[in-house]
């Protein structure tokens, strides 16, 4: 298992079940190897563009405000920037301090879209649509049934969403599930319904493009941009790029989108790492293969992005208050 759940519903077996001395939501050991080898790959995987220096203007890091992703992202950049000699302050810990912000949630409108306003106002249209309206209603009984086996009213996708990871996690802890969950999970109605509302979810892209465009145009010099989120926002990227198969993302899967420059033309790469297994995949956008043409992929994902490129991607000096995370904080 890679973290304890911390979410439950009130007829859970394991309500009140101590995982001392982890912390509700955190990193199990297994959690945390996981993060830490996903920075060695990226460490191993782009060592000669990165450097063997960690300079902060080079490496934009951002988290959500939850404690796991947080923890992640500390883990990753402790495997992908270890000091250089240059950089080396206590001969008996290979680890220097890297910069990383979050943001409260009720204000993070990139890695939370449902605070976008833009966002919101798109998903209560879309869900008012006829064909969209008949696809959740198909999940009335689901609703009817889980709201009577977890003993809460579950009346939408988004907590058909969140039972789904409570039993993920409960699964991936290696916990028996009540009989009640064999016909809807793994597979089944529950992930179908947690597709749907994944399906909506893709505001990341267009911050993605924009940063990419600033470094195009020259405004923007830096290495890389690590974002630590959820399952929802890979799928939801994966789904903007239209190239998500119908499951979701194992713990630490990761979405990389490469910016290439050859001979004055720019190009775009995408590739998916799984986590479980850790493996990564070359991924090709339907209309162009896997190293696309910056212009044709700016026109295939157009129909996305256009929704939310109003507002729904900040610049960051929207956003009033940033909060800096060394490996010592303990806000939550």
């Known amino acids: ?77 402790a495997a992908l920037y270890p000091p250089a000699e240059i950089q080396k302050w206590n001969s008996q810990l290979s680890w220097q301090p890297v910069d990383m912000i979050y943001y409260p949630m009720d204000e993070d409108d990139l890695l939370f879209p449902i605070k976008c306003s833009i966002y919101h106002d798109t998903y209560k249209n879309v869900i008012q649509n006829a064909e969209v309206r008949k696809k959740i209603d198909q999940y009335d009984n689901l609703m009817k049934m889980t709201s009577k086996y977890t003993g809460t009213n579950i009346t939408n996708l988004l907590d058909l969403a969140r039972l789904y990871g409570v039993l993920h996690s409960e699964l991936a802890m ?114 162009c293969e896997v190293l696309c043409p910056y212009d044709k992929f700016i026109e295939l994902t157009k129909n996305t992005t256009e929704i939310f490129k109003q507002s729904c991607y900040p610049d960051d000096q929207k956003i009033t208050k940033p909060h800096i995370s060394t490996p010592f904080d303990s806000k939550k």
């Open 1 to 77: 298992m890679d973290k304890i759940n911390r979410e439950s519903y009130p007829n859970d077996p394991y309500n009140g079940r101590s995982f001392y001395p982890v912390g509700d939501g955190d990193l199990t050991n297994a959690g945390k190897k996981r993060a830490y080898e996903l920075g060695l790959l990226l460490r191993n995987k782009y060592h000669k563009f990165l450097g063997d220096l960690y300079y902060p203007p080079n490496v934009y890091a951002r988290s959500t405000w939850v404690t796991r992703t947080k923890m992640t992202l500390q883990l990753v950049l």
């Open 174 to 287: 290696g916990l028996t599930l009540p009989n009640w969950t064999q016909t809807i999970f793994p597979d089944g109605e529950l992930l179908n319904a947690t597709l749907l509302l994944f399906d909506l979810l893709s505001v990341l892209l267009n911050r993605l493009i924009n940063d990419m465009n600033k470094m195009i145009n020259g405004t923007l010099h830096r290495k890389i941009n690590l974002f630590s989120a959820h399952d929802i926002n890979v799928f939801g990227l994966l789904l903007a790029l239209n190239v998500s198969e119908q499951h979701l993302p194992e713990f630490t899967s990761s979405v990389i989108v490469e910016l290439h420059e050859r001979n004055e033309k720019y190009f775009v790469k995408i590739l998916h790492y799984l986590g479980i297994p850790p493996k990564i995949l070359e991924i090709s956008i339907p209309g």
